[in-house]
T-cell receptor, first 116, second 113 residues
């Protein structure tokens, strides 16, 4: 199956700094990628949809100025958490649809962010 | 609105016993249904999926799920659980096209000897 990678797999940063997380589709092109957030012992919640060549769309309650998304190419989307705070500590997972109908979703392995 | 309900937060079964994890969905159109497994600190692994056709779907690791449209359910089953099956299980629903998935809250499976 198709492979989606994320980098870094884990990151620890100080409060107030910015962190960039990369999501790459390794063997297919993805015009759309999705970013999810998973707090401890909770489910995955969609944060935003990353669209190649256009602005990302954000779910209600997600601050677009805090979570900057850039779909730089057909294989790369980045999520930048700006001025991170401890409450942003979470597991961030991206996915990319692939296949004839676009509904074969392939998930990255996730990025664990800890903000001190 | 789309939603997925996993009524059981935590289930404990004995090794070798059978397992059924429940999933109910609410969806306006024909749903695409998925079951994922997640070990602590890890990403998601797809167990199986249902798009159309045979309503009994076989997946990896000996899991199967049955789509019942009349009950809006997509329950996951395994005839004999192994200790390595202990993990968090998520049911998810999606639509045709490049759309995100909606996840249930998950069911944590514990396996005892």
């Amino acid at each position: 199956g198709a492979v989606v990678s994320q980098h870094p797999s884990w990151v620890i940063c100080k409060s107030g700094t910015s962190v960039k997380i990369e999501c790459r589709s390794l063997d297919f092109q993805a015009t759309t990628m999705f970013w999810y957030r998973q707090f401890p012992k909770q489910s995955l919640m969609l944060m935003a949809t990353s669209n190649e060549g256009s602005k990302a769309t954000y779910e209600q309650g997600v601050e677009k100025d805090k979570f900057l998304i850039n779909h730089a190419s057909l294989t790369l989307s980045t999520l930048t958490v700006t001025s991170a705070h401890p409450e942003d500590s979470s597991f961030y997972i991206c996915s990319a649809p692939q296949g004839v109908s676009g509904n074969e979703q392939f998930f990255g392995p996730g990025t664990r962010l800890t903000v001190l | 609105a789309q939603s997925v309900t996993q009524p059981d937060i935590h289930i404990t079964v004995s090794e070798g016993a059978s397992l059924e994890l429940r999933c109910n969905y609410s969806y306006g159109a024909t749903p695409y249904l998925f079951w994922y497994v997640q070990s602590p600190g890890q990403g998601l692994q797809l167990l199986l999926k249902y798009f159309s056709g045979d309503t009994l779907v076989q997946g990896i690791k000996g899991f199967e799920a049955e789509f019942k449209r009349s009950q809006s359910s997509f329950n996951l089953r395994k005839p004999s659980v192994h200790w390595s099956d202990a993990a968090e299980y998520f049911c998810a629903v999606g639509a045709r096209g490049n759309t995100p998935l909606v996840f249930g809250k998950g069911t944590r499976l514990s396996v005892i000897a």
